[in-house]
């Protein structure tokens, strides 16, 4: 955490003799801009003004903290900063988002208890006379979409990576991938890949009743959001039922708050508990406010978590990594797809990717080989 202002939550002028401070009434100053942080962890007048909830911490984005936990923070400043003899910061840039996960590199998901989908795909993009997908014989979908550039027609193969992120949170930051058996020149050795986050998808006519009766509408033909009051809607959720009346699984994609401010930016319709133990939703209840940025995940038990989400009728693109990025030949070796930043993978969020291998005519027959990883923190890695 980083400090940014103190603010003055008084009507009157505050003075803090030790660290020679002025503020103003409702005034505020970053401190951080003149004074050393082993100075203001040692100043008992900003820790008093703290304790008596006269002036609050700002540690970015309008987060305010106030007291016990304000004091905490300034007594152990130089714990959160390692520092010079001269109170210069001593930075180690990384993207590890807290101090609860690990490490973890994989080319396998963990979607399904003690299994997962492998980051692979080997096809031949054409099979004669099977020109759809199957299992038995799972060649590629022919794509036309009357286009004149090179992804106008086009073999599509398809996979989605899952992960089990619940009393889990998981990271993604990083990743590669390696691919052989495309032609060095041609049109038919040419490859599009493309890696998005996708929402999960339920049923909405598992929730069907009759006009008026329900307590959510569907909107859009996609999106399940709550009526006012909880009447009138056309579709009706088990709300705030226990286990045993409540569907399992809940296929409700959760959103996830931001690394840094730890504030929801995305809207979340609905809220819902999960039992850990017993690996059950149950409680699902509409959110008061659905846009707000502050939501309290605290559920009073560490056995339990607290989801907010929403459900989707239609896959929805939710971000994307990698937007068809050409390949041709072998590769060499793994090409990175490299990040900076991790980005948080919620609950009922999956990765979808999409290989698109460029034909010149729908009989055109290529066989390659994707195999990918991806560099993950997580809070548990066994």
């Not at 809607?233 to 296929?251: E, F, M, R, V, Y």
């Not at 999956?350 to 990883?373: E, F, Q």
């Amino acid at each position: 955490m980083a400090l940014r202002i103190i603010r003055n939550k008084t009507d009157h002028t505050i003075y803090m003799n030790d660290i020679s401070t002025t503020l103003l009434a409702h005034g505020e100053e970053e401190l951080s801009a003149r004074l050393g942080l082993r100075m203001l962890s040692e100043s008992d007048d900003l820790a008093r003004e703290l304790g008596a909830g006269n002036v609050v911490l700002d540690l970015g984005d309008d987060v305010e903290i106030g007291p016990p936990r304000s004091i905490d923070i300034v007594r152990q400043w130089p714990q959160y900063f390692k520092t010079t003899a001269d109170d210069k910061l001593i930075v180690n840039s990384t993207p590890q988002p807290g101090a609860m996960t690990d490490f973890c590199l994989t080319s396998r998901t963990d979607s399904q208890p003690g299994s997962g989908d492998l980051f692979h795909i080997d096809h031949t993009v054409f099979m004669y006379g099977q020109e759809q997908q199957s299992i038995d014989q799972p060649c590629g979908l022919f794509m036309n979409n009357g286009g004149t550039n090179e992804l106008s027609t086009y073999w599509l193969n398809t996979k989605y990576l899952e992960f089990d992120v619940l009393g889990n949170r998981t990271f993604f930051y990083d990743g590669g991938v390696m691919w052989r058996g495309l032609a060095d020149n041609g049109i038919s050795g040419l490859m599009a890949l493309s890696m998005s986050a996708v929402s999960s998808i339920f049923d909405p006519t598992d929730y069907e009743v009759v006009p008026g009766t329900g307590n959510c509408a569907l909107v859009g033909g996609y999106l399940l959001v709550p009526m006012p009051g909880l009447t009138g809607g056309t579709h009706s959720l088990p709300i705030g039922q226990d286990i045993a009346n409540t569907p399992q699984p809940l296929k409700m994609t959760g959103t996830a708050p931001m690394v840094l401010s730890g504030l929801y930016y995305a809207p979340a319709f609905w809220r819902v508990d999960y039992d850990l133990t017993e690996e059950k939703f149950f409680n699902l209840l509409p959110m008061e406010n659905p846009y707000s940025e502050r939501k309290d995940s605290n559920t009073g038990d560490s056995n339990i978590v607290r989801l907010f989400g929403n459900f989707f009728a239609a896959e929805i693109p939710l971000m994307g990594f990698v937007r068809d990025f050409l390949v041709i030949g072998n590769s060499s070796n793994f090409f990175g797809v490299a990040s900076p930043d991790a980005t948080e993978i919620p609950h009922g969020v999956r990765i979808r990717l999409d290989c698109k291998t460029v034909v010149s005519t729908v009989h055109a027959n290529v066989a390659w080989t994707l195999v990918g990883y991806i560099k993950t923190y997580r809070e548990h890695t066994v």
